[in-house]
């Protein structure tokens, strides 16, 4: 099929509000604060990613506020006493950072962010320099795509490819975002392919596949 599927490129933010090492406790909150945001990289150099400072790293000063942290606690969770006690990104901060190259698919940053249970993933290129920021809702622009493009894109994309002789005779339409196909087809066995290609065109959220087989006469 022609259509490039779209990357975590073209999502992505490029402007990133990011925190050097040595960026205090105090300053870390007030920089999510003000420009609204869970998670900051944490970078150094010319912008090399080396981790990730978030509100569940800074949530354990106050967790652990009230009181000392025990010998049994701190063995047990020796990562969270050690963040609960620091003031400085550096020793804050998750590292190595979970990240994602621009190049990556849209499906492969999501599967990424679910499986390293993470809200946003700092985009960085070969060397390790950030790029941009791709989170959640980023991933979710694709469903924003209008329906004429959906459509257009199933049609030259999907159906003619598969269908030469018959593709003028399917008719796809695109309701937000439910394509739905319908029509007679030469090759039957061709119909289930047809489906789980039109699914995976970008901005498609569900696919009603009403072909039938027919004649190609």
Known sequence: ?????LTVADVMTGKVVAVRPGAEFKEIVETMARWKVTALPVIEGEGRVVGVVSEADLILKEEFHDHRLG????????DASAKAGSDRAADLMTSPAVTVEPHATL???ARLMATRHVKRLPVVDTHGTIQGIVSRSDLLKVFLRPDAEIADAVRHDVVTPL????????????????VTLTGT???????PLAERLARA???????????????DA
């Open 107 to 109: 499906p492969q940053a």
């Open 163 to 178: 269908f030469p002789l018959s593709h003028a005779r399917i008719d796809v339409r695109v309701e937000a975002g439910v």
């Open 201 to 215: 065109v970008e901005g498609v959220v569900d696919v009603r596949c009403r072909l039938t087989a027919g004649s």
């Open 71 to 78: 010998l049994i606690e701190q063995l047990r969770r020796p």
């Open 185 to 191: 087809v030469g090759d039957g066995s061709l119909v």
């Open 1 to 5: 099929m022609t259509s490039h599927p």
